[in-house]
């Protein structure tokens, strides 16, 4: 079952990584919202399922990137909300400079010298 | 960042533990979403159908989403999990070496550990098979002529006085010693251990009978009587037949009726509270007749504590009833009082002494063990950081690195936990054979609890040596260690961690080796000297008539008085000549209680001499005049009782040396008349004084620690009627028998014909304990020499693993200095200014342990003093302290040698050209 679903790309996987810790560092948030934000600030390009959003927030809760804690949503509903831990911070920090070598390289090779 | 990594682990524990949990959060979370979907769907106008069928559309397989937050947080661990248990065995396997060590070191700690806690277990956590047992108190009696402070036990009569009369207490009864008593009717006669106590017994600890019915409080033990058994003689005496229940046997010649049979694992307790069992328990009555004259203490009161009421509560009412008692019977209870203590108490007490220390001890070894570890985990990393390094830049996380070696030390661990738990089926038989007179011993192994215990066990010491290098590890700069050479600089940063681990582990074993070299002095002051009698080629056994009488005591029921047969000296008479024409034998003698077992006790005056305050104590036995020649014990001055000592004789006494040293001091005490009073009857004396005739050398009659003061009597010379319960010393006799050669030879031959002769003489008597006198020393200082050598086995694992310590360091020292040496070498150092470079270090740390050992040492030794069993050592002996930290200081040299010895090998060209 899992072995479709990284067939389907690392590259996604880690992609996926960042965007959540990025959104992240705007503040705390639940499940929903960061998949809204994503959603709505990627122009609906990356045309992902929602769901693929939570293994992948539980993932970096595992590790230590991100934090939960239960609380009350804007209409009294208990949601789950995450927030960045100070490791998150760093990792997205490493995570961006990584991202922004690997397009500017990516960039370089696709444009015709 | 170690708390990253103490929070995933913590998550995850938490994930396992919680996994109901877990799955709610997830169900609840992934809900939200939808609904959140669905209401923002229709917020867009689209039906309430449809929402929700499009919110799901786009979120995908929920069940499948579910799957992989459930596999982030088990699965993918379990994985690498294994990958580093995997890689993690493979390099152990590269070390053999190292990882033997660490494993041993750990087995050693974690199986000496868990064989002393599976006694402790046993013999303190495990419950009373009692109903309440915590409800359940003894009640001693303090008085006034014994001079050993401690307890007492009590006259029956003062148990229904104060069960009359109490407020505080449910029920109240009390249970008489556990004697060997003669079992007759059923084949062979045998000996059986017999114990009387108040037919309430049962009922007051709420133990319910298997078979039949425990006493009526109207039975009691007179002509015949009523006997419940234990399912260990129904067993092998009925076959556990249902069929016991009525029938007869004679219990020292009482006619006895089985009426119930007890549960198995029912067990009792003495007032001496041993491990001894009663197989026949009899009822005694507190309000019969016979007991009213408030004689004879040797019953211990047991009750059970009305709900709400206190101890002190308790022992305030007991204060109280014992004043009124004391209006009500003057003379008998002049200064007798009664102290309240728990039953728990009562009966552990001496197991703690004696386990505490061991717990102490073993819990030294596993610290030694774990500090030993930690050290070589320390030295390891070290060596490996370049290993670190490399994985590092290859893309581990600090995490990764951390778990790695944690993993590694959780394998060692579980491998060292594991063959300790092997190791401590080993300490347990060992400890069984100390504390086979506790009560609860045969409940010492290894069960669930105990297991759970090493589990523990094993688990923290795991992490304890397992963090620290782990932190280090993670803290490795890649680029400094990946520079060759860089471990020669780095080294004096932690050098100073491991010396002080060494210093500690050093202290720690000198502890140790004071408290076991205590013991050794304590246990050679007792074995060395003579016991004062010549112990090769006797042999003996014993012929105890039954202690209340039978057919050779004539008892009038509510007298105090009670008659002994004539029949009982002539019986003893006859078999000793019988036995002294038998082939082999030199001479026979008769004592009642051999020595070191002990003596019975009269309190003294010295006719003439003003009435002492406090009658001093002496060790009492009654003799044969042939007795001390053939124990050969030396005559110091006047004579040995002879068979003219009869009762129409002038009477007479023979007093040891320091009897005569302590009361006599400066007069001769021979010729002296002295008067001699029964010590478990208030106020009573002999008929008439003795004239001491005779000062014989001191014998260790009462235990081998020490000598008592001690009188003797010859058995032809006694009172023909004795006040109750004080004529047990002249029923009873043991035979020493003298060999003319090798006892071995004759003893088989010996044993039966003396059995044939009181078979002839009395059908129903037993012959016992047969013994040469010296395997009976042998046996009974054998729980002190186990004692000894379990300590020093321990004290020597913790030297043996204090050595491997500095051994370690000082090592380490050597290959990381390799290059300094060479230098050294090279610039004209001889070997022998090398060597002592090594071995000073070493000298030095173990050195400074040793101090901090002696200080720990004496720090401790109130609590060596009050739980070591020391005769004539003070727990602060300086001959002890020095002996053994002589012993310390040589084997710390000879672990520094060898590293020494190494260095000065190092040849200067390889150690300059490896750089």
């Not at chain 2, 951390?402 to 993993?407: A, C, E, K």
């Not at chain 2, 401590?424 to 192994?445: C, M, T, V, Y």
Request: aromatic fraction near 8%; charged fraction near 20%.
């Amino acid at each position: 079952m899992t072995q479709k679903k990284s067939e389907t790309g690392d590259l996604l996987r880690d992609t996926l990584d960042l965007l959540i810790l990025k959104t992240l560092s705007r503040g705390e948030m639940h499940g929903y919202d960061v998949a809204e934000y994503i959603h709505e600030r990627s122009d609906q390009v990356l045309g992902v399922e929602e769901g693929a959003l939570y293994p992948a927030l539980h993932r970096l809760e595992v590790r230590g990137l991100l934090a939960a804690e239960w609380g009350m949503s804007d209409n009294n509903r208990r949601a789950k909300y995450y927030r960045l831990t100070a490791a998150g911070r760093k990792q997205l920090a490493e995570e961006t400079a990584h991202w922004k070598r690997m397009s500017y390289a990516i960039a370089r090779i696709l444009e015709p010298a | 960042m170690p708390q990253e990594w103490l929070t995933e682990a913590w998550l995850r524990v938490k994930a396992l533990l919680k996994r109901k949990r877990l799955e709610r959060d997830l169900e609840e979370e992934l809900e939200f979403h939808l609904a959140m979907r669905t209401e923002k769907n229709r917020a867009l106008g689209i039906a309430a159908n449809d929402a929700k069928t499009a919110a799901r559309r786009r979120f995908g397989n929920v069940t499948l989403v579910k799957e992989d937050c459930r596999e982030v947080w088990i699965l993918t661990w379990l994985e690498t999990l294994w990958r580093d248990l995997f890689y993690a065995a493979r390099i152990l396997a590269k070390s053999p070496g190292f990882a033997a060590v660490v494993i041993f070191s750990l087995a050693l700690g974690i199986g000496a550990d868990t064989a002393v806690f599976s006694a402790l277990n046993a013999v303190l956590l495990h419950g009373l098979p009692y109903e309440h047992p915590e409800e359940l108190v003894t009640i001693f009696s303090t008085h006034k002529w014994d001079p050993t402070p401690g307890i007492d036990l009590v006259p029956l009569a003062d148990v229904a006085a104060l069960k009359k009369a109490n407020h505080v207490f449910a029920d109240m009864g009390a249970i008489g010693g556990i004697g060997e008593a003669t079992l007759a009717g059923l084949g062979e006669p045998v000996k059986v251990p017999v114990q009387t106590v108040t037919p309430n017994f049962f009922t007051l600890v709420g133990v319910q009978p298997v078979l039949g019915r425990v006493f009526r409080v109207e039975e009691s033990h007179e002509d015949s009587q009523t006997v419940v058994v234990s399912d260990t003689l129904w067993k092998t005496k009925f076959h556990g037949d249902a069929g016991v229940l009525g029938k007869t046997f004679r219990i020292d010649d009482i006619v006895s009726t089985v009426v119930g049979v007890m549960p198995a694992g029912f067990k009792t307790f003495g007032p001496w509270f041993t491990g001894k069992q009663a197989d026949i328990w009899q009822p005694v009555n507190p309000e019969d007749a016979r007991y009213a004259n408030r004689v004879g203490f040797w019953i211990v009161p047991l009750a059970r504590l009305k709900r709400g009421v206190t101890l002190p509560q308790a022992q305030l009412e007991m204060d109280v009833l014992e004043q009124a008692l004391e209006k009500v019977y003057p003379q008998q209870n002049k200064g007798v009082g009664a102290e309240v203590v728990p039953l728990y108490e009562a009966l552990y007490e001496d197991s703690q002494n004696s386990l505490y220390p061991l717990l102490g001890a073993v819990g030294f070894i596993l610290l030694i063990g774990c500090v030993n570890v930690a050290n070589l985990m320390l030295s390891r990393t070290e060596s490996r950081r370049k290993e670190y390094s490399v994985r590092a830049s290859l893309g581990a996380g600090r995490r990764r690195l951390m778990q790695q070696l944690l993993v590694e030390s959780g394998l060692l661990t579980l491998l060292g936990g594991l063959l300790g738990i092997l190791l401590s089926f080993w300490g347990i038989h060992l400890l069984g054979a100390i504390s086979k007179d506790l009560p609860d011993a045969e409940n010492i192994r290894v069960n669930g609890r105990v297991l759970l215990f090493a589990g523990g066990l094993s688990l923290l010491t795991g992490l304890l040596f397992g963090m620290a290098p782990a932190f280090r590890a993670s803290r490795t700069d890649l680029h400094d260690a990946l520079r060759e050479g860089e471990s020669r600089t780095a080294t004096g940063k932690h050098s100073g961690t491991r010396y002080l681990l060494v210093v500690a582990e050093v202290a720690l074993a000198m502890v140790l080796l004071v408290g076991a070299g205590l013991m050794i002095n304590s246990l050679l002051r007792m074995l060395l000297p003579s016991p004062g009698f010549d112990p090769a080629n006797v042999l003996t056994m014993t012929v105890l008539f039954p202690p209340t009488g039978g057919k050779y005591l004539e008892r009038s029921p509510g007298k105090p008085m009670e008659r002994i047969s004539p029949k009982v000296t002539a019986y003893h008479q006859r078999l000793m000549e019988g036995v002294s024409a038998l082939n082999g034998v030199e001479s026979v003698g008769m004592i009642t209680m051999l020595p070191p077992l002990g003596s019975g006790g009269r309190t003294l005056s010295i006719v003439g001499h003003p009435a002492p305050d406090k009658r001093p104590f002496l060790g009492f036995n009654e003799v044969s005049p042939s007795y001390f020649r053939t124990m050969r014990i030396p005559l110091k001055r006047g004579r040995y009782f002879d068979e003219r000592d009869t009762t129409n004789a002038p009477w007479v006494a023979i007093i040891s040396e320091t009897t005569a040293n302590r009361y006599f001091a400066n007069e001769d005490p021979i010729g002296q008349q002295i008067l001699l009073r029964y010590t478990y009857v208030n106020d009573v004396d002999e008929v008439r004084p003795r004239q001491i005739v005779g000062v014989v050398g001191e014998v260790k009659q009462a235990g081998m620690g020490g000598v008592h003061p001690q009188v003797y009597e010859s058995y032809l010379q006694q009172p023909e009627v004795y006040p109750g319960g004080s004529d047990g010393f002249h029923l009873a006799g043991t035979l020493v028998i003298r060999t003319t050669s090798d006892v071995r030879a004759h003893a088989a031959d010996i044993t039966t014909s003396v059995k044939q002769m009181v078979k002839e003489m009395d059908p129903d008597q037993p012959v016992t304990d047969i013994s040469t006198m010296e395997d009976m020393l042998g046996e009974y200082m054998s729980r002190d020499k186990t004692y000894v050598l379990v300590l020093g086995v321990f004290a020597g694992i913790a030297v043996v693993l204090a050595a491997i310590g500095v051994y370690g360091v000082l090592s380490y020292f050597v290959n990381q200095r390799g290059r300094e040496l060479g230098i050294r070498f090279a610039l004209g150092a001889q070997r022998r200014d090398v060597f002592v470079l090594v071995a000073k270090l070493g000298v030095t740390l173990a050195g400074t342990g040793l101090a901090i050992g002696v200080a720990l040492a004496l720090g401790l030794h109130r609590f060596m003093k009050e739980h070591l069993r020391l005769f004539h050592v003070k727990a602060t002996d300086p001959a002890t302290y020095a002996a053994v930290g002589i012993l310390l200081v040589c084997i710390a040299l000879l672990a520094c040698y060898i590293p020494a010895r190494r260095a000065t090998n190092v040849d200067p060209m390889t150690a300059l050209r490896h750089e």
